[in-house]
């Protein structure tokens, strides 16, 4: 049996698999913090404290004494910072903050090129202008820093007490040289980054440490267990979808948003804010428009209004969608493809009749607007795909999901267990690693539970074209 641990935003979700089926899964909620505006940040014990809250209750579905491997998934970009005793220094900035905007635009001026070496222009999401940040405004923690973490190896040091990373979550930081799959040096050293606080790269089926006994005995998974690197939230879940091989795509829907292309050549289109990452996987890379908001502005719409999220697509889909507002879902700015920090959200076209239905309709069209826009930007990269997997959380909603493909002109797969995502790609590279399944496996494609043609109305064209306009007219304001 294989224990997969993503560490998302929203929460922890813990799977237990034979390595293709899904046995049980738990998880434990979690909650940002955002202090000043722009800013998102999470104590990084929060994360351990909701893993082992997740692994006592998936102990009481599934034996975690019959695990033979661990895998990891996280949320990437977060900027965990220790000292030389592993102590955090200050809470963990998230890939959704925005206070390092300054640091990108230095970072772009110092050096021109970066888009070719690290596969996207910097944008304050990313780790690298986060300890910029940390230097220029925050000097006494910069001068302690002895390691720099992401997310899920922060909870991988509290199991196994190894410094070490995926090569695809490390793709994410900017300090990795996509091509070569390393450290890039000029990059950290223009970023106020010392390589020698970086952790040690691996592929995410290799092992990269043995569960200890003091970990055993807090999660209640066996002594000596080992650990396999695992991966960034966008490439576990690709390995959950067989996207390991080239020609293969799927959507996110989680709190953030992904429309994620595999490929086995680096293929940088820095211009658009496409993503062009190393995979989790030895040889591969990947395409990747990555939206900041996902599913995210329906949980929002949901808190504002006082009720459950599945309330808000219900009442979605009882509104007229003609009479329906256009909103904007750029609650923490937007990253594909305009690349833009500062951008808020909003709604246009309110009226006198406009009820609570109408704003989550509108809620819930725009997010599938945002993956409109970035199947645009990938251009004619996705034109031979013969389908799009769906996973997250938000791939529960047949509404949305039939939205998207009305939007983008895509057909659209929701894959058996779309909502285990990244936690069952984790667990696909344990299996991995301990030669239970072997690299060529992780290709394999699961089952399509259920189709989403595209129904493209003049309705959606004038509705997105609108939009669109939206935006264009609202930017110069932000």
């Known amino acids: 049996m294989f224990l997969g641990i993503d560490i998302g935003t929203s929460s922890v979700k813990a799977i237990v698999t034979d390595g293709v089926t899904l046995v049980a899964s738990a998880t434990a909620p979690l909650t940002s913090q955002s202090p000043h505006p722009g800013w998102s940040e999470q104590d990084p014990s929060t994360w351990w404290n909701a893993t082992k809250s997740a692994l006592h209750e998936l102990n009481t579905l599934a034996s975690l004494s019959e695990i033979t491997a661990v895998g990891l998934s996280g949320q990437m970009h977060g900027a965990v910072l220790l000292d030389k005793d592993h102590t955090v220094l200050r809470p963990a900035i998230l890939w959704n903050d925005s206070r390092s905007t300054a640091a990108c635009a230095q970072l772009r001026a110092s050096l021109p090129g970066i888009g070719e070496i690290a596969g996207v222009l910097p944008l304050p999401g990313f780790t690298a202008p986060k300890l910029m940040w940390v230097r220029d405004h925050e000097p006494d923690v910069h001068a302690q820093i002895a390691h720099v973490l992401l997310p899920k190896d922060y909870v991988g040091l509290r199991l196994h007490g190894s410094l070490?990373?995926?090569?695809?979550?490390?793709?994410?930081?900017?300090?990795?040289?996509?091509?070569?799959?390393?450290?890039?040096?000029?990059?950290?050293?223009?970023?106020?980054?010392?390589?020698?606080?970086?952790?040690?790269?691996?592929?995410?089926?290799?092992?990269?440490g043995t569960v200890t006994e003091t970990a055993a005995n807090e999660t209640g998974i066996p002594r000596g267990i080992p650990v396999v690197a695992g991966g960034g939230d966008a490439a576990t879940g690709a390995v959950?979808?067989?996207?390991?091989?080239?020609?293969?795509?799927?959507?996110?829907?989680?709190?953030?948003?992904?429309?994620?292309?595999?490929?086995?050549?680096?293929?940088?289109?820095?211009?658009?804010?496409?993503?062009?990452?190393a995979h989790t996987v030895p040889d591969r890379w990947y395409q990747m428009a990555a939206m900041l908001n996902g599913a995210r502005p329906i949980a929002w719409l949901a808190d504002q209004l006082g009720i459950a999220e599945a309330e808000v697509v219900a009442l979605a889909e009882t509104a007229d969608p003609a009479r329906a507002p256009i909103f904007l879902p750029y609650l923490t700015g937007e990253r594909s493809p305009h690349g833009d920090p500062n951008i808020r959200a909003g709604f246009f076209g309110l009226e006198d009749a406009t009820d609570r239905a109408g704003l989550c309709r509108a809620v819930v069209e725009a997010i599938s607007f945002t993956f409109a826009d970035a199947a645009e930007s990938f251009g004619d990269t996705i034109n031979d795909l013969p389908h799009l997997a769906a996973i997250g959380g938000g791939s529960k909603s047949p509404f949305l999901l039939q939205l998207i493909a009305n939007a983008t002109g895509k057909r659209i797969g929701r894959a058996a267990g779309s909502d285990a995502g990244p936690a069952l790609g984790a667990a696909r590279l344990a299996a991995c690693g301990t030669g239970a399944l072997a690299l060529s496996d992780l290709g394999a494609t699961p089952a399509i539970s259920d189709w989403f043609d595209p129904e493209r109305s003049d309705l959606t064209t004038t509705r997105l074209a609108r939009y669109r306009a939206l935006y264009r007219a609202l930017q110069p304001l932000a």
């Open 240 to 277: 959950s979808l067989g996207a390991t091989e080239a020609g293969r795509g799927f959507i996110s829907l989680g709190t953030s948003g992904q429309l994620f292309v595999a490929g086995d050549a680096y293929s940088p289109n820095p211009a658009k804010f496409v993503h062009a990452f």
């Open 164 to 208: 070490a990373t995926d090569r695809s979550d490390a793709a994410g930081t900017l300090w990795l040289d996509q091509a070569a799959r390393d450290w890039s040096a000029i990059v950290a050293s223009e970023s106020a980054t010392d390589t020698a606080w970086l952790p040690q790269l691996f592929d995410g089926h290799e092992v990269v």
